[in-house]
């Protein structure tokens, strides 16, 4: 069994990497974006505002409720900065795990822990593909 690539020519084979490679960034930072400004963010200047409008949210001691908003924030920062992108993705990927078994145990709305799913599998992908992010940190850490 042959690959397809063998055959094509490596200008084709560039430009598709490199289409690919747009796309990743994009979709990481729209996602950084999404976790500083709309899921983070509100969590560290307004967590009181927070905690009297979603009542699931009271059901999280507010320490906590701080903390995830530092993580979130720490995450999004990280998914746009190049040597980081992979390890934030994979924390956020567990972070959103659990956001999702939150929502589906402690605040009994199983419906709600879609969407963190759907993250937490972005998030997976994207660290995946930014593998080589890892290796090449470690490197340069253990010189």
Avoid at 44 to 49: E, F, G, N, R
Avoid at 85 to 101: P, Q, R
Avoid at 123 to 130: D, G, L, V
Wanted: aromatic residues 6%.
């Amino acid at each position: 069994m042959t690959t397809t690539t063998a055959n094509l020519p490596t200008d084709v084979t560039n430009r598709s990497a490199t289409i690919g490679n747009r796309v990743l960034w994009t979709l990481q930072i729209l996602l950084g974006l999404f976790f500083l400004t709309a899921s983070g963010g509100p969590k560290l200047v307004i967590p009181h505002t927070l905690t009297d409008n979603a009542p699931e949210n009271l059901t999280i001691p507010f320490g906590l409720l701080i903390f995830i908003g530092i993580v979130e924030v720490a995450g999004g920062i990280g998914l746009m900065v190049p040597r980081l992108c992979a390890l934030a993705a994979a924390g956020l990927s567990v972070l959103t795990v659990l956001a999702a078994a939150t929502q589906a145990f402690i605040a009994d709305k199983p419906s709600m822990a879609i969407f963190p799913l759907v993250l937490a599998a972005i998030f997976a992908w994207i660290a995946y593909q930014r593998r080589a992010t890892i290796t090449d940190l470690r490197n340069t850490l253990s010189r």
